[in-house]
């Protein structure tokens, strides 16, 4: 890899304010959307971009090759999954909230990673900065200003997501002989299959009258925060591999508080604002130590 240079960092930070932005165009499009309906229009919208790439570069898409079965699954766990859940929680809890929850996908990988693979085992220092990091979500639940008994399991429900991020990355693991965007543009497809029925029975998007500020948030969340975002880090990997590019895990719970602030007012309490250096800090030493 070639040592990065001002371009790189740039699009590094570029892509930790897209993914952060998703978190508040979500809060948006849930004041008109169903939360099936937005994780469906998300991999529907994410995975045109992706898929002209993937003509256009004239990689085969082998969605339904011989590992059509792997590809559904991860498209289920690493797509459908997560967004359902991340939509369905911020209907109730603050976007910045899902930010950092969201943020301790780092450290949940790290957990798996030593369970699931041979090199990745624990050592002082990761254990010091998954206890940190995990210690400053504890002491966000704590805070009874955001979160309480009325929207407690919804704040659940955004970590269960990030979980599935880990275990869908774990299962990538399968098929990573496979370039990226083959892999990328199989699973979009399959999540958008698997969507559907759902989509239809429970939801009915077809019966809506959307607000014009939900309908731009849930395209920009497909297009831009789904498609050009995984494009984007395909390019970073590309030139500067996973290292660099994981450092985007700093960035983006602090974006998402900055940005939710800025786009919705939500309210940054002290306890946000501490969990969020804690979750930082075990962040670093995770990555320190590997």
């Not at 990091?133 to 002491?139: D, R």
Request: include cysteine; charge should be positive.
């Amino acid at each position: 890899m070639r040592q990065p240079k001002f371009i790189d960092y740039f699009l590094l930070i570029i892509l930790a304010l897209i993914w952060a932005s998703a978190f508040f165009n979500i809060k948006i499009a849930t004041y008109s959307f169903g939360p099936l309906t937005i994780a469906f229009l998300r991999v529907f919208f994410g995975a045109i971009p992706v898929l002209l790439l993937c003509y256009y570069k004239k990689i085969k898409i082998e969605a339904f090759s011989k590992d059509w079965h792997w590809f559904a699954m991860i498209g289920f766990i690493n797509l459908v999954a997560p967004f359902f859940l991340i939509a369905y929680g911020v209907q109730s809890v603050q976007s910045n909230l899902a930010a950092i929850l969201m943020s301790t996908t780092p450290l949940s990988s790290t957990v798996l990673a030593h369970f699931y693979t041979k090199n990745e085992k624990f050592n002082l220092i990761k254990t010091f900065g998954i206890l940190i990091g995990f210690s400053g979500i504890l002491y966000l639940f704590s805070d009874n200003l955001l979160i309480n008994e009325n929207n407690f399991l919804s704040a659940l429900l955004i970590l269960l997501g990030s979980t599935c991020y880990v275990i869908g990355g774990v299962l990538t693991l399968k098929i990573s002989e496979k370039r990226n965007e083959n892999v990328t543009g199989s699973i979009l497809i399959w999540a958008t299959i698997i969507l559907i029925p759902f989509v239809g029975i429970a939801e009915q998007p077809w019966e809506l009258s959307p607000r014009l500020d939900s309908t731009i948030s849930v395209i920009y969340l497909g297009f831009v925060s789904t498609g050009l975002a995984w494009l984007l880090r395909f390019k970073i990997l590309v030139n500067n591999g996973l290292i660099f590019q994981s450092q985007v895990s700093y960035l983006i719970p602090i974006f998402g508080i900055i940005l939710s602030y800025i786009f919705l007012k939500e309210l940054i309490t002290i306890k946000v604002f501490i969990s969020l250096i804690a979750v930082v800090i075990g962040i670093y030493f995770v990555k320190r130590a590997k």
